[in-house]
């Protein structure tokens, strides 16, 4: 089975502090995501990557960085929090390869909530 | 980004009656994924359709996907308790990109 883990389940920080949210998956996968989910508005894209180093951004990237050293692994960072980032922040990741089944899916972690005070 | 728009936000259901949600785009869609997020869980991949007029059934579960593919829908029979959850459709992309809809939340009475 796909697992994808991040660093914390909760996560409480003050404004202005730099945070780091740590995503991890073992399938090997190319593509990583980083999502925020809020009432009402659904999951919303920050950014993606589909291979080490790489990053694109999402729909909503404003007050967001991304960090993808090793494939495994991608780090979501806010510079400077603030209260509009406290949310649910999920990440989530997929194979590369489309048209075959079971790999055009997305996997998510359990989700990590951030509140920014 | 190109939107996808579902209804109803919410909808509360007595256990044993229907439910369906619905997923509309103004643009053609490729294909059509459906989510379920159980209360505190994360969202888990259901189904996901690509032919006009498709109709997948799970059990409970009918999907169905517009002929001119530009709607979706997912109709439970005779929900339980345990279909308690929000339900999302999301659009998939290039580099498996999804874009959501913005999900409905389903509450059973039992």
């Known amino acids: 089975d796909v697992k994808v883990t991040q660093s914390s389940r909760y996560l409480v920080k003050r404004t202005g502090e730099k945070v780091f949210l740590e995503c991890v998956q073992d399938?090997?996968?190319?593509?990583m995501f980083w999502y925020r989910q809020d009432p009402g508005l659904g999951l919303r894209l920050i950014y993606f990557s589909y291979d080490v180093k790489m990053k694109e951004k999402g729909d909503i990237p404003e007050g967001y960085s991304v960090s993808r050293e090793k494939k495994e692994r991608f780090s979501l960072i806010l510079e400077s929090a603030s209260t509009n980032q406290t949310s649910m922040y999920l990440c989530?990741?997929?194979?590369?390869?489309?048209?075959?089944?079971?790999?055009?899916?997305?996997?998510f972690g359990p989700g990590t909530r951030l509140l920014v005070l | 980004g190109q939107q996808v728009m579902q209804i109803p936000q919410y909808q509360h259901v007595q256990e044993g009656e229907d439910f369906t949600t619905y997923c509309n785009s103004s643009?053609?869609?490729?294909?059509i994924q459906w989510y379920k997020q159980r209360p505190g869980g994360h969202p888990v991949f259901l189904i996901q359709l690509v032919k006009s007029g498709e109709v997948k059934k799970q059990k409970r579960l009918t999907f169905q996907f517009g002929e001119a593919k530009k709607n979706s829908s997912l109709h439970i029979t005779a929900t339980q308790t345990t279909d308690v959850g929000t339900y999302f459709c999301?659009?998939?992309?290039?580099?498996?990109?999804?874009?959501f809809g913005g999900g409905t939340r389903l509450m059973v009475k039992p």
């Open positions: 399938m090997d996968h190319e593509n």
């Open positions: 999301a659009r998939r992309g290039a580099g498996n990109m999804l874009t």
């Open positions: 643009t053609t869609l490729s294909n």
């Open positions: 989530a990741s997929s194979s590369a390869f489309q048209g075959l089944a079971g790999r055009e899916t997305q996997y």
